[in-house]
């Protein structure tokens, strides 16, 4: 036996409160917004047949035109409470026909991880017995707290953590409508609520434990766990330059007086540019001798500090951050390992991240090569990338 079709509002018209004044419905999770990933499963599930997004008032037409939210998707404005923000996506589902047996799920935008075997029960059951949630058990003990105090520990039998989506028949929630008006002084803090006012009963199914709401910062890295996507970026780099006239050589943003200088249109720092290539594969980003040519349009002698500072703005701009460097200096002369911690707090400065993230390391490249011979220095970088929220 098929599942019944179900129509679905998705609500995303919050403000975001607990988010630092980002708006988390856009924020992306390996570069696809939050709210796509829920779009995008709701509207490739067969029961579906239409699904309404419900956003900020002031930003509908923004969100028509983003070229993530679904063809399909039909995009309202909100009200200023939740209830009101369901009640505008019922009636857009009223105006496209949706017929009152049918069951609607109201779903929380900042819940990514949609569902399906749960999904399918919630339509089931709402629409064999009128309305229906997935509840998850309580397994922690819970305490009543007065102030800093332990009132008394509170008897979890019976008690459940409600999720979405959550499906009632359209004909039941008109019911609901009827007795307490989405725009009354009364609160809602979802359909359960209402209905349970309505004295309307509601059914229960078992939820999901990673149908996680994205509520604080650090949700986001459990909702990119649960939607298993491969989160960390590593990177590779590497360059290498022969002695040239004049001095002093830098390494590492690092000068070592002395020394003879690389050769190179800027000023040869092969350590800064291993670590600026690395980053900018890891990130996806342009090469670095695309993006700084070594002719008119990058300055002769330009302090390479000034291009791995913009590479670092590139890949935060990409919504990645460094979070280790690790880099190899294969040099036959000068010695280098009296000044390699100097080095080590020079990158960890420019890359922005703490310096015991940075290992830095000299080989003399068992006397081979360019290197070996004395006649330049070459430098091997791995970078490993996590996603920056914001």
């Known amino acids: ?11 995303a018209a919050g403000a975001s409160s607990r988010m630092s004044g ?18 995008a499963t709701f509207v490739d599930m067969p029961p579906i047949d239409r699904v309404v997004v419900v956003v900020p008032p002031d930003r509908v037409d923004e969100f028509r035109a ?47 991880v949609v569902p399906r075997q749960t999904t399918i029960r919630v339509i089931e059951a709402a629409t064999a017995g009128g309305a ?7 397994v922690d003990t819970l305490k009543a707290i007065d102030g800093d105090l332990v009132a008394r520990t509170v008897d979890r039998t019976g008690l459940g953590f409600a999720q979405t989506p959550q499906g ?28 349970e006012a309505c004295t309307i009963p509601v059914r229960v199914v078992p939820g999901q434990a990673d149908n996680i709401k994205v509520t604080v910062a650090t949700d986001l890295d459990r909702a990119a766990a649960a939607l298993h996507v491969d989160r960390t970026r590593v990177g590779y780099g590497e360059d290498s ?23 190179g249109h800027s000023d040869g720092d092969v350590v800064l540019h291993a670590v600026a290539v690395a980053l900018l594969g890891a990130a996806g980003l342009p090469d670095l001798g695309e993006l700084f040519p070594a ?5 002769v002698g330009i302090d390479s500090a000034e291009l791995l500072s913009d590479v670092v703005d590139r890949v935060h701009g990409a919504q990645f ?36 993230e940075v290992a830095i390391k000299a080989s003399s490249g068992n006397l081979a090569g360019l290197e070996g011979a004395g006649r330049g220095i070459s430098a091997r970088a791995v970078t490993t990338l996590e996603p920056a929220w914001w």
Do not use: C
């Open 168 to 195: 009632v028949q359209l004909g039941v929630l008109r019911r609901a409508y009827g007795r307490f008006p989405p725009d009354g002084p009364q609160t809602f803090t979802d359909e359960a609520a209402l209905l």
């Open 321 to 356: 951050r460094p979070v280790r460097i690790d880099v190899t200096i294969v040099a036959g002369r000068p010695r280098l390992g009296d000044r390699l911690d100097e080095v080590q707090a020079r990158v960890a400065e420019l890359v922005r991240i703490n310096r015991d």
């Open 1 to 11: 036996m098929s599942t019944p079709k179900a129509d679905v509002v998705v609500v």
């Open 132 to 138: 229906a949630i997935p509840v998850l058990p309580v």
């Open 295 to 299: 002719d008119g349009r990058t300055p």
């Open 22 to 39: 980002h708006d988390k419905m856009t924020i992306p999770i390996v570069g696809r917004p939050l709210l796509a990933w829920s779009l």
């Open 241 to 263: 330059h022969p002695f040239g006239p004049g001095a002093p050589l830098v390494l590492g943003g690092v000068q070592f007086p002395g020394a003879p200088r690389l050769s």
């Open 66 to 112: 983003a070229d993530w939210i679904p063809d399909a998707a039909i995009v309202v404005g909100g009200g200023k409470r939740r209830q009101e923000s369901v009640a505008a996506g019922v009636a857009a589902l009223e105006a496209a026909g949706t017929p009152d047996e049918r069951v609607v799920l109201v779903h929380d935008g900042a819940r990514p």
